[in-house]
């Protein structure tokens, strides 16, 4: 069963790899420990049974306890799975609006994409000189499609 420990937010990853190390160290059943980025205060700890979560749980710094109720696989992977929006589908030459920083309520033109480190380069469009600027998409919106005219 999966059992939450409820934690110190911002000490997850620390506890986590506590926790590791006290289960090898007592050979507890402890399975997997899985640290939910979208999730803060919490951990999912994999366990044999009840006694062995308890266990692993007591005198471990930045735990506050564990939830009474232990959860399916099911419901853990609807709470960790990270939806996407999927209406910001920005695409090579789409012009974009600034939503914050120096630039914010410009637009500029999107001439390159960086999915791995979800950045933007763009040029904007009231500049004498379009000097190519990289932004992350987040502080970005679509504004027009590059298809589209005004």
Same mark, same amino acid.
């Given at each position: 069963m999966i059992y939450i420990f409820r934690v110190t937010t911002g000490q997850e990853k620390i506890v986590s790899q506590m926790l590791e190390k006290k289960s090898k160290a007592q050979k507890l059943a402890i399975y997997s420990i899985l640290v939910p980025e979208n999730v803060k205060g919490y951990l999912f700890v994999e366990a044999a049974t009840e006694n062995d979560?308890? @266990?692993?749980?007591? &005198? *471990?710094? @930045?735990? &506050?306890?564990?939830? !009474?109720?232990?959860?399916? =696989?099911a419901e853990v992977e609807k709470m960790v799975t990270a939806e996407k929006p999927a209406a910001l589908t920005i695409e090579l030459s789409d012009i974009v609006e600034i939503k914050s920083g120096a630039f914010k309520g410009d637009k500029a033109k999107v001439i390159k994409i960086d999915e791995? !480190?979800?950045? =933007? *380069?763009?040029?904007? $469009?009231? $500049?004498a000189v379009p000097i190519? *600027?990289? #932004? !992350?998409? &987040? #502080? *970005? &919106? =679509?504004f027009r499609k590059a298809g589209d005219e005004e």
């Open positions: 979560a308890v @266990h692993l749980a007591q &005198k *471990t710094r @930045h735990v &506050k306890g564990i939830l !009474k109720q232990a959860i399916e =696989l791995n !480190k979800d950045e =933007l *380069t763009v040029e904007f $469009m009231d $500049m190519p *600027t990289t #932004i !992350k998409r &987040k #502080i *970005t &919106k =679509l």
